[in-house]
């Protein structure tokens, strides 16, 4: 039985250090989108873990069933009807979406939930301003069993739900469970794959970003709306111990930009988060 690493427990390995991709949902219905990405894929050299959202699909489905989609701290609503929309959106259409278009390509691609295996484990995550339902917080991953699949040469591509106590799932931010992955395997890096090139500070894309002026920026306003999760994300990973964190769109991940968070261990002088730092909906 494999053991389960939570996310101050990184599973040992002699493999070429995995790098992990979240995919946003924003462009995952986009089929030239989503061909170039398999693309980029397909020529990678190190092993990659995909991890990938769906909530523009998602809310389109909800108000095709009349069902308003419903917002705490950002993060969905997910009573016992909405879970059965994510369940259907992430596990079934995007995520076989991705997988055929991988497989295309020539990668050797499998899908799976974060259900399957047990492979995220959750609990539920509170919130103080209001109850969020069936959202929940990873606290385990079973790293085992993706460092195998990568050893046979098989990209995972993981649908962010994940396995509650009680046997149920829960809806699980997809980049919490991304950064969560990539500590668990041990990844070289996290790519956080958004619509956006890079952090943009009034309209000046930011090639690195430290926790410090980070939170400075985000305090200023100067960082709003959907980028401050993200940053936040990022930064948490590499508090984590990941050694790279990188917030880019598809066309700065093929030509190596993007706004780039290191952990300190040589890799800049950005560098300046202790190991343990927590970030805000962990």
Request: glycine share 12%; hydrophobic share 45%; with cysteine.
């Amino acid at each position: 039985m494999d053991t389960l690493h939570t996310p101050q427990e990184a599973p040992r390995h002699t493999m070429t250090q995995p790098i992990v991709l979240k995919i946003g949902g924003n462009d995952i219905d986009d089929p030239q989108f989503l061909r170039a990405l398999a693309g980029y894929v397909a020529g990678l050299e190190a092993p990659a873990v995909i991890v990938h959202g769906g909530g523009k699909e998602i809310g389109a489905l909800q108000q095709r069933m009349g069902v308003e989609p419903r917002w705490v701290d950002g993060l969905r609503v997910t009573d016992e009807e909405t879970l059965a929309v994510v369940e259907m959106v992430l596990c079934g259409r995007v995520n076989k979406r991705l997988v055929r278009q991988l497989l295309a390509a020539g990668v050797d691609a499998e899908g799976l939930s974060g259900t399957d295996r047990g492979l995220l484990r959750a609990r539920k995550l509170l919130s103080e301003h209001g109850d969020l339902g069936r959202v929940g917080r990873v606290t385990a991953v079973r790293g085992q069993v993706l460092l195998e699949m990568l050893a046979r040469g098989v990209v995972p591509v993981i649908a962010p739900l994940a396995l509650g106590e009680d046997g149920e799932p829960f809806n699980v931010n997809a980049d919490h469970a991304a950064a969560a992955i990539a500590q668990a395997i041990g990844a070289a890096e996290i790519v956080f794959l958004t619509n956006v090139r890079a952090v943009l500070v009034d309209g000046v894309p930011q090639p690195s970003l430290g926790q410090r002026q980070a939170e400075r920026l985000i305090a200023d306003g100067a960082i709003f709306g959907g980028m401050v999760p993200k940053v936040q994300t990022a930064l948490h990973a590499v508090a984590l111990g990941v050694p790279r964190a990188v917030i880019t769109d598809l066309d700065g991940l093929q030509h190596h930009a993007g706004t780039v968070f290191h952990n300190g261990n040589g890799h800049g002088q950005e560098a300046s988060l202790p190991l343990a730092a927590p970030v805000a909906a962990w």
